[in-house]
């Protein structure tokens, strides 16, 4: 199930995640990485929330990406998980609910839904892929605590210009 796109307007948030270099499909990777960021976090005695993937850049099938967790406050990090923040502002979003299979053509979707209304990304093009000032996807739920992948929960936001 898919909600449909809308505008929504986001506060500032703080998160801390491992950054990446990876090739679609990167699935292998996921799993080692968020452990990094969970066990600093862990370690740290302090709280965090749901799972995030940040998108810094996207020239397919190459992605720089940030994957972790949503954080309370700032949290100091170490050489590999960094503290960061989610900028205020304007957001396209959706929320879907099914296996992660399907998220690249949900994304289409909701690309999709702006470009016909004549939306522009936060984003700079450059040789190397576009650059994105915020894109991100949040996993309120997952394998790890819902065994019905028809009920996994994904929140898409990408900032847009103002």
Do not use: C
């Not at 080692?32 to 862990?42: I, K, N, R, S």
């Not at 702006?114 to 997952?142: K, L």
Request: charged letters at 25%; a negative charge.
């Amino acid at each position: 199930m898919l909600t449909l796109p809308r505008i929504v307007e986001r506060e500032a948030q703080h998160y801390a995640a491992v950054s990446a270099e990876v090739h679609i499909p990167f699935g292998e990777q996921i799993g080692p990485l968020m452990g990094e960021a969970a066990g600093y976090l862990a370690g740290t005695g302090g709280d965090f929330g749901p799972a995030l993937f940040k998108y810094n850049v996207i020239d397919m099938p190459r992605l720089e990406v940030e994957l972790g967790f949503v954080t309370p406050a700032a949290v100091a990090g170490n050489s590999r998980v960094r503290p960061g923040v989610l900028p205020a502002g304007k957001y396209v979003t959706t929320t879907y609910f099914g296996h992660y299979d399907d998220l690249e053509s949900v994304t289409a979707v909701v690309i999709g839904w702006a470009r016909q209304r004549g939306i522009e990304w936060d984003s700079t093009p450059g040789p190397d892929g576009e650059r994105f000032v915020s894109r991100i996807e949040i996993y309120p739920n997952g394998p790890d605590d819902e065994p019905d992948p028809e009920k996994w929960e994904t929140q898409i936001f990408i900032k847009i210009r103002n």
